[in-house]
């Protein structure tokens, strides 16, 4: 089945510092990417959309300028939490999907654990 | 944001039981999804549905896309230690640009 690589998948580093999570499609291409952010004993929370040659889309309360993501390719996106801070701590999980079909289901990455000290 | 409402919240449950989970929504879906994610890791799907009423199973689960298009459950049969996790249902509505809607989760616990 469709294989979705994200790395790294654990991250400690000190506050003020900027952090690159990259999520790779690696059977498919995945026109469309998807990045959320999941709390302790919580659901997944989508952040923003990652459409390949143009701006994300992000949802309502997450900070554009916060979290930059880029999708230069149709098997790579992006997300970089800049200037991170202790309550940007938290699992990051990425997912692709085929915007062809948009109905399919979307296949995620293993997720990437964010430490702010 | 917009979530299903997934039931129930957590179980603990015998090595050997059968095991229903189900979701609920107030409007309709295209495809309901149903995912499972240990701990750490990130969801794995189990089960695809396309059509209300598809009733799919894929070894000892089972998943069913409800006729009023707006519910779905998910049954496990003979649990065993292996399935301890948490199980999400998700799904695709008619105008949502491929953005998946989640469920709270249900977790899973299953004792030898």
């Known amino acids: 089945g469709a294989v979705v690589s994200q790395h790294p998948s654990w991250v400690i580093c000190k506050s003020g510092t900027s952090v690159k999570i990259e999520c790779r499609s690696l059977?498919?291409?995945?026109?469309?990417m998807f990045w959320y952010r999941q709390f302790p004993k919580q659901s997944l929370m989508l952040m923003a959309t990652?459409?390949?040659?143009?701006?994300?889309?992000?949802e309502q309360g997450v900070e554009k300028d916060k979290f930059l993501i880029n999708h230069a390719s149709l098997t790579l996106s992006t997300l970089t939490v800049t200037s991170a801070h202790p309550e940007d701590s938290s699992f990051y999980i990425c997912?692709?999907?085929?915007?062809?079909?948009?109905?399919?289901?979307?296949?995620f990455g293993d997720g990437t654990r964010l430490s702010i000290l | 944001g917009q979530q299903l409402n997934q039931s129930p919240q957590s179980m603990f449950i015998q090595e050997g039981e059968d095991v229903s989970m189900n979701c609920t929504s107030s409007?309709?879906?295209?495809?309901w999804l149903w995912y499972k994610q240990d701990p750490g890791e990130g969801p794995v799907l189990l089960i695809a549905l396309y059509k209300a009423g598809e009733l799919t199973s894929n070894g000892r689960l089972t998943a069913q896309f409800g006729i009023t298009r707006k519910d779905s459950f998910l049954n496990i049969s003979a649990s065993i230690p292996s399935d301890v996790g948490i199980y999400f249902c998700?799904?695709?509505?008619?105008?949502?640009?491929?953005?998946?809607?989640f469920g709270q989760g249900t977790t899973l616990q299953v004792k030898p």
């Open positions: 998700a799904g695709f509505r008619p105008s949502n640009t491929g953005k998946l809607i």
């Open positions: 409007s309709i879906f295209n495809t």
């Open positions: 990652s459409n390949e040659g143009s701006k994300a889309t992000y």
């Open positions: 059977d498919f291409q995945a026109t469309t």
């Open positions: 997912s692709g999907g085929d915007r062809r079909n948009s109905n399919q289901p979307q296949h």
